[in-house]
T-cell receptor, first 109, second 119 residues
């Protein structure tokens, strides 16, 4: 069992739909990242959070430390949101990030 | 300001050859990380530098892999006797100085990666 698990692995939506991607982890963490990766491109950090909720434009990230679960929501999805979304956690000890396998999101016009 | 840069962007080599991959972190960032991402998977940690020293190299898969950061800025990941299984995207990330001791953590900024193909 991976320390960081994401669901779903693949997600196809129509433009305008509300998107939710989930991340569960099994270790103690001090921070959690949501990252975006476009095909052939580098990784962009969307959020880093350790508690509560953060919002940036149409993106919302929440985390429940007790339940070891985080969600990334995209409101009013758009084809340009199509990318791989990766959850990564920074464990309480050490400085490395442990990554989920990513969720491939495709938003069709 | 410039972000993290990596060169080359693509590298094709033959099995058994030696390769070097370079990472230029954001100026002033003392922490530097190397990750490897195989096709269809999330990145995996390789090594972490704090300044010039490797603070954690437990992710290096074997002794064919080595990384240096002699002046605390640019880092080079070196792979000897490359194998087809080494084919992946090698990602570098940097973050600012850690404040508040070992339990503190600053956001990591990623480079575009180097796609390594071993034929």
């Amino acid at each position: 069992k991976n320390e960081v698990e994401q669901s779903p692995q693949n997600l196809t939506a129509q433009e305008g739909e509300f998107i939710t991607i989930n991340c569960s982890y099994s270790v103690g963490i001090s921070a959690l990242h949501w990252l975006q990766q476009h095909p052939g491109g580098g990784i962009v950090s969307l959020f880093m959070l350790s508690s509560g909720k953060k919002k940036h434009g149409r993106l919302i990230a929440t985390i429940n430390i007790q339940e070891k679960h985080s969600s990334l929501h995209i409101t009013a999805s758009h084809p340009r949101d199509s990318a791989v979304y990766i959850c990564a956690v920074k464990e309480t000890s050490g400085s490395r990030l442990t990554f989920g396998e990513g969720t491939q999101l495709t938003v069709n016009p | 300001g410039a972000g993290v840069s990596q060169t080359p962007s693509n590298k094709v080599t033959e099995k058994g050859k030696y390769v070097e991959l370079r990472c230029d972190p954001i100026s002033g960032h003392t922490a530097l990380y190397w990750y490897r991402q195989s096709l269809g998977q999330g990145p995996e940690f390789l090594i972490y530098f704090q300044g010039t020293g490797a603070a954690d190299d437990s992710g290096l898969p074997n002794d064919r892999f080595f990384a240096v950061r002699p002046e605390g800025s640019v880092s080079t990941l070196k792979i000897q006797r490359t194998e087809r299984g080494d084919s992946a995207v090698y990602l570098c990330a940097s973050s600012p100085v850690l404040a508040g001791g070992p339990s503190s953590y600053n956001e990591q900024f990623f480079g575009p990666g180097t796609r390594l193909t071993v034929l």
